[in-house]
DNA sequence: TCCACTCCACCAACCACTTGGTTGAGGCTA
DNA sequence: TAGCCTCAACCAAGTGGTTGGTGGAGTGGA
């Protein structure tokens, strides 16, 4: 539902009222129970809804270098238009260490995404596109560790991103 | 109070209690009224006690290479010691956003934080420390971003500041 | 066409319980 | 006595969740 996904990027799961989020949708709050038998499946479905979100950040060109530049800019592009996709992550990222079904939709999703960085990285490393042969696991992991960073940050993210790139790819030829 | 800042660490802000914390102590909540008038002055303590330890990192030796090596060093041991307190640190940052004075709180630790990595960075441009000479604030917040971004995945830090080491660094003689 | 009959979305009223906060009446020490 | 610290009892305002019931859109049979 996305009322209570917008509930939560306002006021985050501590805010969230079954009755407030009824109230928006327009029905009452008996009602809401009639499509989430509980509050946390509702919980639930945000969680899902919000992973679902990033799908969008797709393979990306074949050029190693490039890909990483998308993925990088894909993000960035995605913190300044819906910056509270990414606070409703942070929000899903604390409420996972108590709620089992939580962690486990953040972990599938974070899974793909180490997929994604870990293929671009280690197909680099086979072109040599990288500034020095990198370790790729390490390397998505500072990928990552940097992205989630940003999130509450949405204006440190350009630059940020930046001097990430250039450090991995190194100062070859910037934009073709 | 220390019981109220374990009971956010376990359960978030959402899951503070007054009279969970209250108990314990060992008093009755109206008890804790008395130390605390409100709510909101218990969750301002929180936030004090929370960034004020993070004052152990302090200047860190004249060496830029070596200031930030250990400054990073000091971060992953405390992580590894007490993953609660960076937990906390993100239940803050997420609060923060509705609650200005926890804002406050939070603004003028991480101003004393970004000040020190200013200051590390800066030297080591002058003294010629790093691999290349570097754009101060943006690696600044490269290194404020990853850091944060590891803050609820202590195992990933030390490989993750490792490798960011290196980048800053360069491969110039390790550990001396 | 009419008549059950079943779904489905919906609501008002209610329940047991919890929340932060208040009050007034003691106790303890100085 | 004065000044804290403590508590039990209480309160109003919610909380998630349940209940019994309403009305309309379909469906099948006669």
Same mark, same amino acid.
């Given at each position: $539902?996305?009322? %209570?996904?917008?509930?939560?990027?306002?006021?985050?799961?501590?805010?969230?009222?079954?009755?407030?989020?009824?109230?928006?949708?327009?029905?009452? #709050?008996? &009602?809401? #129970?009639?499509?989430?038998? &509980?509050?946390?499946?509702?919980?639930?479905?945000?969680?899902?809804?919000?992973?679902?979100?990033? /799908? @969008?950040?797709?393979?990306?060109?074949?050029?190693?270098? !490039?890909?990483? !530049?998308?993925?990088?800019?894909?993000?960035?592009? $995605? *913190?300044?238009?819906?910056?509270?996709?990414?606070?409703? &992550? @942070?929000?899903?990222?604390?409420?996972?260490?108590?709620?089992?079904?939580?962690?486990?939709? *953040? !972990?599938?999703?974070?899974?793909?995404?180490?997929?994604?960085?870990?293929?671009?990285?280690?197909?680099?490393? %086979?072109?040599?596109? /990288?500034?020095?042969?990198?370790?790729?696991?390490?390397?998505?992991?500072?990928?990552?560790? &940097?992205?989630?960073?940003?999130?509450?940050?949405?204006?440190?993210?350009?630059?940020?991103?930046?001097?990430?790139?250039? $450090? @991995?790819?190194?100062?070859?030829?910037?934009?073709?």
């Amino acid at each position: $539902m996305l009322a %209570a996904f917008r509930r939560v990027a306002e006021a985050g799961f501590e805010g969230l009222r079954l009755r407030q989020v009824a109230e928006d949708v327009g029905i009452d #709050h008996s &009602t809401l #129970h009639h499509h989430f038998a &509980t509050k946390q499946d509702l919980v639930l479905a945000v969680a899902e809804y919000a992973t679902r979100q990033f /799908w @969008v950040l797709g393979d990306g060109p074949p050029d190693p270098a !490039r890909a990483l !530049r998308e993925h990088l800019a894909g993000l960035r592009r $995605m *913190l300044d238009e819906r910056p509270e996709l990414f606070v409703v &992550t @942070v929000e899903l990222d604390l409420r996972a260490r108590r709620d089992p079904a939580v962690d486990d939709a *953040l !972990r599938r999703h974070e899974a793909g995404w180490r997929e994604v960085l870990s293929d671009v990285l280690t197909a680099g490393n %086979a072109a040599g596109a /990288w500034a020095a042969p990198l370790d790729v696991a390490v390397t998505t992991e500072l990928v990552i560790a &940097t992205a989630k960073g940003v999130r509450l940050a949405p204006a440190a993210a350009g630059p940020v991103f930046a001097q990430l790139e250039a $450090m @991995v790819i190194g100062d070859r030829g910037e934009q073709p």
